[in-house]
């Protein structure tokens, strides 16, 4: 039987009663804890923690003030030591990884599951692992170094700090380059084998097919890899904590934003915790995220879409 004309659809209520579990949740947790602290981030507390309304105070405080700027810098800049270390080493070591592994072979499943499984490894077994590798006093990685007889190139390098920020980003690396890697070879693979062979046949070698084929192809998603990088940087906190615990030594000097903000509203030992300024500086993360990825849409724009 067909529908008389002008009769109105009924409202589709099935999927409000769907959606409406996953939004209340999301709302609960994520929305409202986020438009709570950029209000927070507006006021100070006194001692019987009244609020008091200071405008954008807490922010030129957070900025300029000596006892608040040179945490807040030193912290941006590590993160963004941290954010070129995982993007020189990660991804191009992904991409390389993803190629090899997309060309075939009988054990690239056994490859794909070893290079993942750091992964899928809680992140205090990460931390504790390499604090045990790099010990000065009982690791084994002094004990590989005199093997190979290079034992003058160890040094204490989670003690150091020039080298503690280097030595916790290639941590992360290693942990977490699985994710990258699966990416790419998802679309590697994706590619039509029929691109690849035409090449061949005109005399294209691997290099060249590479770059002058599936690097285009596989352009977007570098981009989008390359976000997933960025957000998950700015957002670090649970190895930082676990390597090198909430003062982020040695003089924080692994200190990124995440710990950062942990000792602002939380406190640590005799540093009492300030919520107000706390919400300062997550609001301030959240717009240095927000500002990277508008900068990926825009970037986004402009990659040329490869139609097979």
């Not at 002094?142 to 290639?170: D, M, N, R, Y």
Request: hydrophobic share 55%; charged share 10%.
């Amino acid at each position: 039987m067909q529908p008389t004309a002008g009769r109105t659809r009924p409202f589709p209520w099935h999927i409000v009663v769907f959606l409406a579990p996953a939004v209340l949740i999301y709302s609960v947790f994520m929305i409202y804890p986020l438009v709570d602290s950029l209000r927070l981030s507006f006021f100070t507390q006194d001692a019987q923690a009244a609020e008091t309304f200071v405008g954008l105070q807490n922010y030129v405080r957070l900025l300029t003030d000596d006892n608040w700027a040179p945490g807040f810098w030193n912290a941006f800049r590590n993160n963004l030591v941290f954010f070129a270390v995982n993007m020189i080493v990660q991804n191009p070591i992904a991409l390389g990884l993803a190629t090899l592994l997309s060309r075939g072979g009988r054990s690239r499943a056994v490859y794909r599951t070893l290079i993942f499984t750091p992964t899928l490894l809680s992140v205090v077994i990460i931390g504790f692992i390499w604090q045990l590798i790099l010990n000065p006093l009982w690791g084994i990685a002094h004990g590989l170094l005199k093997a190979i007889g290079q034992e003058q190139l160890f040094q204490p390098w989670l003690g150091l700090p020039g080298t503690a920020l280097i030595t916790v980003s290639l941590i992360s690396v290693w942990q977490f380059i699985g994710i990258p890697m699966m990416l790419f070879y998802a679309a590697l693979i994706g590619i039509p084998e029929e691109l690849t062979e035409a090449a061949r046949v005109d005399g294209a070698g691997a290099w060249a097919i590479f770059w002058r084929i599936k690097f285009p192809l596989v352009l977007p998603m570098v981009g989008i890899v390359s976000i997933l990088t960025f957000v998950g940087n700015f957002n670090a906190f649970d190895l930082i904590y676990t390597v090198k615990g909430a003062l982020a030594g040695p003089d924080f000097a692994t200190d990124l934003l995440g710990t950062f903000f942990y000792r602002t509203f939380f406190g640590f030992q005799l540093q009492l915790g300030n919520p107000t300024m706390g919400a300062t500086v997550s609001t301030m993360m959240f717009l240095i995220i927000l500002c990277g990825v508008a900068l990926f849409f825009a970037w986004q724009r402009r990659v040329q879409t490869y139609e097979l």
